[in-house]
């Protein structure tokens, strides 16, 4: 019995969180052709939440580029990419391949404006301050550290400057639902995750109801104080 508790948590409350980055692609990997299905995602809503306010924040920038990690299937570069808004282009990352593959084949239309790499997003290979842009949804829990993990989706994001106010955009999402409570060091309560957020630099930042279990994140990278380029610390003096 206590073996059956223990193994309901790991695969189905947790979902293979705490058994590692590989099991995690496997599960993914073993649900990918009948995924879209399981989550029955509404293309309106999606466009809604996601697609529409992610092109806006980046709207008037043609050399746009996002990162969306944890790809999974592409509903955020397909939400995203219909937009008119949105002139730019998006990479996808995941560590599951099959669900790459189904993601290759739904993107497919966009061609070259979406590239979709096997990577690890507790790593990611790319320089710091990179993209405009950077999206992790329904994803942080499952990394071996979802605080370090966050901070390497801040770490390649483009700070807003003078020069590129729209940039800096980060979404992601924190889980909320009651099995959350069962996911100790993988969610955040909203206070904690407030004074993670401090720490880190960020402004802007809006905290959304989304799903039952998720809630929707939204903040925008800044220079800090003893970060800005000492003309323009000057030139605000002046």
């Known amino acids: 019995m206590l073996l059956a508790l223990v193994l309901y948590w790991q695969l189905i409350l ?10 995690v692609a496997l599960l993914y990997d073993w649900t990918a052709p009948r995924y879209n299905r399981i989550k029955d995602f509404d293309p309106l809503m999606e466009a809604h939440t996601l697609g529409l306010p992610l092109a ?33 282009r998006v990479i996808g ?28 997003a507790m790593a990611l290979p790319f320089a710091d301050n990179t993209f405009y842009a950077v999206t992790c949804l329904e994803a942080l829990e499952f990394t071996p550290d979802p605080r370090r993990g966050l ?23 924190n889980r909320i639902g009651w099995e959350a409570r069962f996911m ?28 039952t279990i998720y809630d929707l994140v939204w903040a925008q990278k800044v220079l800090r104080p003893s970060e800005q380029p000492a003309d323009n610390l000057q030139a605000g003096e002046d």
């Open 184 to 211: 100790p060091g993988k969610t955040w309560t909203a206070a904690r995750l407030a004074g993670i957020l401090s720490q880190l630099p960020l402004a802007n930042v809006q905290i959304l109801p989304w799903q």
């Open 56 to 88: 806006n924040r980046v709207q008037g920038q043609p050399d746009a580029l996002v990162l969306d990690v944890a790809v999974g299937t592409g509903r955020l570069p397909l939400a995203l990419l219909q937009q008119p808004a949105f002139q730019g």
């Open 151 to 173: 901070g390497e989706l801040v770490r390649v994001l483009r700070p807003a400057d003078a020069a590129s106010p729209r940039a800096g955009w980060l979404l992601f999402t």
């Open 93 to 120: 990352l995941d560590r599951a391949s099959k669900m790459l593959a189904i993601a290759r084949r739904d993107l497919a239309a966009h061609g070259r404006r979406v590239l979709l790499l096997q990577a690890d």
């Open 14 to 23: 947790a979902e293979g969180a705490y058994l590692g980055p590989r099991l």
